[in-house]
């Protein structure tokens, strides 16, 4: 489990884990259930060498260096796209609660529009990823986490217009819409194409309006749709699987990463990035979430 880490490993200098390992403070679980109080008491290092750290460790344990630093960008809407029971919400509880530990700014507004957000999944997560062990802490954090399961897509819209009181109330850095792709089928279907396109226009417009007025970050999840290839003859024609929502809601987003199946493993490949260079990862769902694969994972029940 890349919590139970020895701190060398994610390459800290030798100076700073050894000042660290003289306080007991040897592991990534270690260094992460202590606040910056405490750590300062026990270690004497200033707020921004501290805070240093915690950019090297975080960039560590969350996969594939996404961090509101590297693919989650604060500014930017990022789409996680893929076929159902590939991770895309382990990923967004994964995200949601790191930033309501760690984020600068630490509101998350969750909009769960089918019903998948699971609270006894996020105490996982956050026990088995972050190795937080103090109720207090898991408390707090989690009290940042707004959760809202609007009806329809209209719903959301319409939120939105007014959305910028909660965001400077609840100092929301994230925003999750998870899942877009799954209520535009469900309010639209392969019908309505005009006034699902109104919608979208005005949705995209406003997730535009609010990630850039306040520079947070949002993420939204879309499923995936068959795009079958043309071909001479009828049976050679093939089908293949694209994200859905089509090419005018691709324009809008700034990254992609899409999660997928290949040689029966799990791969998420960073398909759209202005940051990262296109690239491939496999990964794994564990109780700690999704773990980017540099060893072989063990079998997880999600």
Request: proline residues 3%; aromatic residues 6%.
């Amino acid at each position: 489990m890349t919590n139970n880490l020895k701190l060398k490993a994610i390459g800290l200098s030798t100076v700073i884990t050894d000042k660290l390992a003289n306080h007991s403070i040897i592991t990534v679980q270690d260094y992460l259930t202590l606040n910056f109080i405490e750590l300062q008491r026990k270690t004497g290092l200033t707020y921004q060498k501290l805070s240093s750290i915690s950019e090297d460790v975080n960039k560590f344990i969350t996969p594939l260096g996404i961090s509101f630093q590297g693919g989650i960008t604060c500014g930017h809407i990022t789409e996680f796209s893929g076929a159902p029971g590939l991770g895309k919400t382990q990923l967004c509880l994964q995200l949601a609660f790191s930033n309501a530990l760690h984020g600068k700014v630490n509101g998350v507004l969750y909009i769960d529009s089918e019903g998948a957000f699971s609270a006894s999944r996020l105490l996982d997560i956050a026990i088995h990823k972050y190795g937080i062990a103090i109720e207090q802490k898991i408390k707090s954090s989690l009290n940042r986490i707004h959760l809202w399961r609007p009806c329809s897509l209209k719903e959301i819209v319409d939120k939105l217009i007014s959305i910028e009181v909660l965001v400077v109330k609840e100092h929301i850095g994230l925003l999750i819409i998870d899942s877009m792709g799954s209520i535009v089928r469900r309010d639209f279907g392969a019908e309505k194409n005009i006034e699902r396109g109104a919608q979208m226009c005005s949705l995209s417009s406003s997730l535009k309006r609010i990630a850039h007025d306040f520079n947070l970050a949002v993420v939204v999840t879309n499923h995936v749709t068959a795009k079958v290839e043309s071909s001479s003859t009828r049976i050679d024609c093939k089908s293949t699987s694209i994200p859905a929502l089509g090419p005018s809601w691709s324009h809008w987003i700034n990254s992609r990463l899409h999660l997928f199946m290949a040689q029966n493993k799990r791969r998420l490949m960073v398909s759209k990035s202005p940051e990262i260079p296109e690239l491939i990862v496999d990964y794994c769902i564990s109780k700690g979430g999704l773990d980017i694969q540099r060893e072989t994972c063990s079998s997880s029940p999600y």
